[in-house]
């Protein structure tokens, strides 16, 4: 079968532009570069505070943001230490004495834990962090934290919400 001029010209010209799309790679590695540059920049404002849904932190207007230290949690009815139960909070304030032996025992297992000795100067400077619901006594608050003293722990932080148009943890350093 012959073709006339045009026909054989549009069925020539059909076949060129019948390839299938290609991807075009240079649009696609500007997305991933610009993906990796917003995930960068956004890093730095993780939270290290672990999300307990049975807290509510107290609001503070406190500027310093949180960072890796052990964290202690004090919820209605049990302490934890890096999200393991050491004690029940009814058992702690049934006893007497200022100093939690659980907590403490708990607190110095964390401490051996570290990758490197510390020296004497070092050990003063060991942080942790109490997560406590805004509606736990004041005397629990203040055992848990004499407690912490008495296991070698130098600097004391409370974490809060941040009182802002944005709610966003901070800790409220307590230094000792």
């Known amino acids: 079968m012959k073709y006339s001029g045009r026909a054989a010209r549009m069925e020539r010209h059909h076949k060129r532009h019948k390839r299938s799309g290609a991807l075009n790679l240079v649009s696609l590695m500007d997305i991933f570069t610009i993906l990796v540059f917003f995930l960068l920049v956004n890093s730095s404002e993780v939270q290290t505070l ?3 849904k049975d807290l ?7 500027e310093q943001r949180a960072h890796e230290t052990v964290v202690i949690m004090v919820t209605d009815t049990d302490l934890l230490v890096q999200g393991r139960v050491v004690a029940s909070v ?12 659980e907590l ?17 100067e070092e050990a003063a400077q060991r942080e942790v962090t109490i997560m406590g619901d805004k509606e736990i006594p004041y005397s629990l608050l203040k055992r848990v934290m004499a407690t912490c003293t008495d296991a070698d722990y130098g600097h004391l932080s409370l974490a809060v919400l941040q ?4 709610l966003q943890l901070t800790a409220m350093s307590a230094g000792s």
Not at 56 to 62: G, T
Not at 90 to 101: K, Q, Y
Not at 109 to 114: C, G, I, P, T, V
């Open 50 to 52: 672990p999300n307990a």
């Open 90 to 101: 009814s058992e702690v304030m049934a006893g007497d004495e200022l100093v939690i032996p």
């Open 104 to 120: 403490k025992a708990a607190l110095l297992n964390q401490s051996e834990r570290a990758l490197r000795q510390l020296s004497e």
């Open 56 to 62: 509510v932190l107290p609001e503070s207007i406190a």
């Open 163 to 166: 009182k802002s148009s944005e």
